[in-house]
């Protein structure tokens, strides 16, 4: 069943809508002066659909595009919005302009040529506004704040706080409906990040993809990847085999496998 679903307003006047591919979400926070666009899927022409469908929200014009890192599901229709400001951490723009064009390039082999075609046709937008630890945005009558709060499903994961809808976006961060991605990740880090997102105290997380969620999902998540750190703290220390690892794991073989790799490479 295609993930493509109609805007929810997942709270006051935050509306989310999940596109396929990727089954990515693309998240709209509104305040009386403006409105901030969460993500913006993985190509022009991609964005241009979620432009079309903007125009169906009681919402003021845009007032800056937020993304939530750097892999291109996530950022790489920002080109769709010229003229307004683009707002990242400043890790998400350090990736995009040191490897941005060659993970095009890694992701355009894996497509059918018509799809190709747009992905190519996509400019990287590097953020032009960078957070370093944390920012606010003011709408009017509420404010919106992205934070940094440390490494997770990637080294720059930003996160965006509407502490007066009691929401955040989480980015990949939080996943639905499939494993956490590691293949760029943190997995000694990720449990306490995840912590840290949890002490915002929102009841509603949207995360990178499927459908939006909440704190127990959460707790359930950042449980899962410590127990996962700690599989695989006990294999780098040689007391626990790959296999034993697999087979102990709350993850997928892949997913595990991943973690295995990544934990090899970031042990601190
Ligand atoms: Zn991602």
Redesign the pocket.
Known sequence: MPAVTAWQEVADRIWVRRYDPYDVNVTVVAGTDGAVLVDTRTSLAEAAEVREHLAALPIPPLSAIVL????L??CLGAGAFPGLPVWGTEGCRAALRSHGIEQRERWVADLPEDEAVDVRASPLVPPDHTVREQAELDLGDRRVVLCYLGRG??DH?LVVHVPAAGTVLA??LVEVGAPP?L??AYPFAWPATLGRLEALGADTVVP??GGPTGAAFVATQREELAHLAALCREALGGRRGPDAVLHASPFPAATTRLALARAAVTAA
């Open positions: 939530t890192h750097h892999h599901d996530h499903h990637t994961d980015g990949d991605d293949e760029e990178g993809h």
